[in-house]
């Protein structure tokens, strides 16, 4: 537990508690931060996913291909099929948080604040990690992901390097861009592909990391993440996505109340306070802890999901 020794009513000011939280949860590893966040103006979005590509565009005959400029001949037009329109809504979820009045006047109180912000800060980030998986593992694309006729990675015989390369091609579609670059494991398959590369290769066990500024391995031109347990992924299955920016599997969309919010930079989480029986003995601080999302797979063909062949 981390060691916090600054005044109980100045912890628990609004401002103070959405800074705190916010930046706990950025140092979780998970999803939160790997996927753009953009602000929601209202509690619903619409947002669009791209299915078709150019070259799809010219085949279909949508589009022609560009001729020689002549004297009778000109540019082409630029023709599109019609993108693909999806609408979302923005749930709330939260924690809420009470302490007496009388309590905040002792100062050995942070400890348990202290704890019970970084509850908080669990909680709500593993709601947002399992609700943005659950969306990965459900989405429909046009990837065939590979794994039926792999030998599972903790029998003789396995293969995982050679498996890798089979999820890349498989994510490497005509006509899109994105790439297979971040690969999700359950604990077990994480180290027992480690355990793998270790046997094959002594330069990286030399130096798993590349460099020293790495802080996950890599491998095959992956990062390989390691999920805990299995209440996430199950054991033998994978989750292989592109982590780039411009070609995000995942949107995220979240909406402040400006009125209540601290933060003006719309925060994933955001703070409101009141007091219950104020003036009273038994006067209550209440805080609660809110977030309001969606997650817009914008981008489908950017994922690879299987439930086993690990």
Partial sequence: MTVNTIDPREFMQPKVLEDVVNKKLETIPSFINMFPTVPADG???TYHEDLVTAG???ENGTMSKPMDLGELSGLAKIEVSPITQKHGYLRPFGYEFRISKR???TSSIIDDLTRGVGRAV???AKRINDDILNILKTVSNDVTEPGSDWTAWDADGATPLSNMLDIANAMDLEGYDSEANQLYLQQDNYYELLDYVENVDIAWVQNPMN???RQIPQINGFN???LKGTSQLATGAYLALDGRPEYAPITTYTRTQRDFSSDKDFPIVNIFQYKEKPGSYNEQVV??????TFYAPKAPNSVCYRSSGV
Avoid: C
């Fill in 287 to 292: 805080t609660e802890f809110i977030a309001e």
């Fill in 211 to 213: 460099n020293g500024s």
């Fill in 224 to 226: 390989i993440h390691k």
């Fill in 103 to 105: 309590d905040l006047d």
């Fill in 43 to 45: 509690t619903s979005v």
């Fill in 56 to 58: 799809a565009d010219i």
């Fill in 122 to 124: 669990y909680g709500m």
